[in-house]
């Protein structure tokens, strides 16, 4: 059975950092394509917001210009945990930030579609607040 259990997140004052984990269970993320998303107050499942994504080896990343410059995707394969760093923190990024994994058949692929994300975890909230 698959788990991905997101950990880090908390309160931080604007201007802040934070690193958020998620360790995987039942699936070795070197095999998956990964991405974070985040949930904002109000917003339903369905809009949730990719924010970074990477491939199998982690190697290759992209982010949404909300993020971009500000946080960083990583991969420890070896402790089979994904990351994201999160620098200059606003009030914007409060949100419920969730890790999730996507089966591809190519290990070069970044995926952008929510809907292809086939596991995830329950989330961590961050709130960004002075």
């Known amino acids: 059975q698959v788990h991905l259990v997101e950990s880090g997140g908390g309160l931080v004052q604007p201007g802040g950092s934070l690193r958020l984990s998620c360790a995987a269970s039942?699936?070795?993320?070197?095999?998956?394509?990964m991405g974070w998303f985040r949930q904002t107050p109000g917003q339903v499942r369905e809009e949730r917001e990719l924010?970074?994504?990477?491939?199998?080896?982690?190697?290759?990343?992209t982010y949404s210009d909300s993020v971009k410059g500000r946080f960083t995707i990583s991969k420890d394969n070896a402790q089979n945990t994904l990351s994201l760093q999160m620098s200059d923190l606003k009030p914007e990024d409060t949100a419920v930030y969730y890790c999730?994994?996507?089966?591809?058949?190519?290990?070069?692929?970044?995926?952008?579609?929510?809907?292809?994300?086939?596991?995830w975890g329950q989330g961590t909230k961050v709130i960004v607040s002075s």
């Open positions: 999730a994994a996507a089966i591809t058949r190519s290990p070069w692929v970044v995926e952008q579609e929510r809907r292809e994300y086939d596991y």
């Open positions: 039942g699936l070795t993320i070197n095999r998956y394509a």
């Open positions: 924010i970074a994504a990477t491939t199998w080896s982690g190697d290759f990343s």
